[in-house]
């Protein structure tokens, strides 16, 4: 049976985990924000940890440095992109109807998370390697083409796409919902619902046997 002092050190070292949590939370929200208005290599710890109403000595105590920060800072934005999408895609029974919920839901958390997504570009083009390589790892990055790849191949199996390639059409579909991001970034005002249904009309179309 947990004692009195048990239950209280328990109760102590919960609420100390959710403090750490929402200040780790705080922090990336503070980088997103930062990184999307400033650029990546104006987005300093210092102005990171000013926006996120902090030191730079309590940032750092919960990211060993930015690198370990911007880590972070992707599986937010891909973690929050897969929770947004993944219901709306799975609510569809036909293949024609996943692939558009599959498109538009991409479009619609990019209208929903700009900064999300603009933050995600600069860090991209900032943290390149000198042999052009990331310094981070990208599975998480690419599994989205490794499941759209499955998806596609799922629906052919089943008799409601034509024949054609997965991995190209999935490497495809990426590139023009990627190359999204890249134009936010440049300050464009997109009307991103039209953008996502326009696309979805093209390649549902494509997949189609029909």
């Known amino acids: 049976?947990?004692?009195?002092?048990?239950?209280?050190?328990?109760?102590?070292q919960n609420q100390a985990t959710f403090i750490k949590s929402a200040r780790r939370a705080q922090v990336v929200a503070a980088a997103i924000d930062t990184i999307a208005e400033l650029g990546f290599g104006q987005a300093s710890l210092a102005r990171i940890a000013e926006r996120a109403g902090t030191s730079k000595g309590v940032l750092t105590y919960h990211f060993a440095g930015k690198q370990d920060l911007i880590r972070a800072v992707i599986a937010e934005v891909l973690g929050r992109g897969g929770e947004y999408m993944r219901p709306r895609v799975e609510a569809e029974s036909t293949g024609a109807g996943a692939l558009r919920a599959y498109i538009e839901a991409n479009l619609g958390f990019?209208?929903?998370?700009?900064?999300?997504?603009?933050a995600i570009i600069e860090?991209?083009?900032?943290?390149?390697?000198?042999?052009?390589?990331?310094?981070f790892d990208?599975?998480?990055?690419?599994?989205?083409?490794?499941?759209?790849?499955?998806?596609?191949?799922?629906f052919q199996e089943r008799g409601e796409f034509r024949d054609f390639d997965p991995r190209v059409m999935a490497y495809a579909i990426r590139s023009a919902?990627?190359?999204?991001?890249?134009?936010?970034?440049?300050?464009?005002?997109?009307?991103?619902?039209?953008?996502?249904?326009?696309?979805a009309d093209l390649y549902?179309?494509?997949a189609r046997l029909d």
């Open 138 to 154: 990208t599975a998480q990055i690419d599994a989205s083409t490794t499941y759209l790849e499955q998806f596609l191949r799922a």
């Open 110 to 118: 990019m209208r929903q998370h700009r900064n999300h997504m603009i």
């Open 177 to 199: 919902i990627d190359a999204v991001p890249q134009q936010l970034a440049k300050g464009l005002e997109l009307d991103l619902e039209h953008y996502g249904a326009e696309l």
């Open 204 to 206: 549902v179309h494509a």
């Open 123 to 135: 860090i991209y083009r900032g943290t390149r390697r000198r042999d052009g390589t990331l310094p």
């Open 1 to 12: 049976m947990q004692s009195k002092n048990d239950a209280e050190r328990s109760k102590t």
